[in-house]
């Protein structure tokens, strides 16, 4: 059964930091590039951020690029997002992605960023 499961998220203040985690299982999570995901109310769901399979490159969108850092643990089969400097703009449930032959996609996690 493939599960992924986010975890991490909750309020902090503008300027603020949350590490978010997502860990998989149920596939060969090794393979998978994997991808943050947000989505905030009435818009639309939006790429944060891509790791590939090794961890050898990394990809982001322009408005989180200098603040959030995608990483990954192979041996722990989790891929993480570290938000520095959050904004309110930020605020959005984040899900993580595996892509490969199939896409699995997790529940995700609530990061609301208000003061």
């Known amino acids: 059964q493939v599960q992924l499961v986010e975890s991490g998220g909750g309020l902090v203040q503008p300027g603020g930091s949350l590490r978010l985690s997502c860990v998989a299982s149920g596939f060969t999570f090794r393979s998978y590039v994997m991808s943050w995901y947000r989505q905030a109310p009435g818009k639309e769901r939006e790429l944060v951020a891509t790791?590939?399979?090794?961890?050898?490159?990394?990809t982001y969108a322009d408005s989180v690029k200098g603040r959030f850092t995608i990483s990954r643990d192979n041996a722990k089969n989790t891929v993480y997002l570290q938000m520095n400097s959050l904004k309110p703009e930020d605020t959005a449930v984040y899900y993580c992605k595996g892509s490969l032959r199939y896409n699995y996609w997790g529940q995700g996690t609530q990061v609301t960023v208000s003061s």
């Open positions: 790791i590939t399979a090794s961890g050898g490159t990394t």
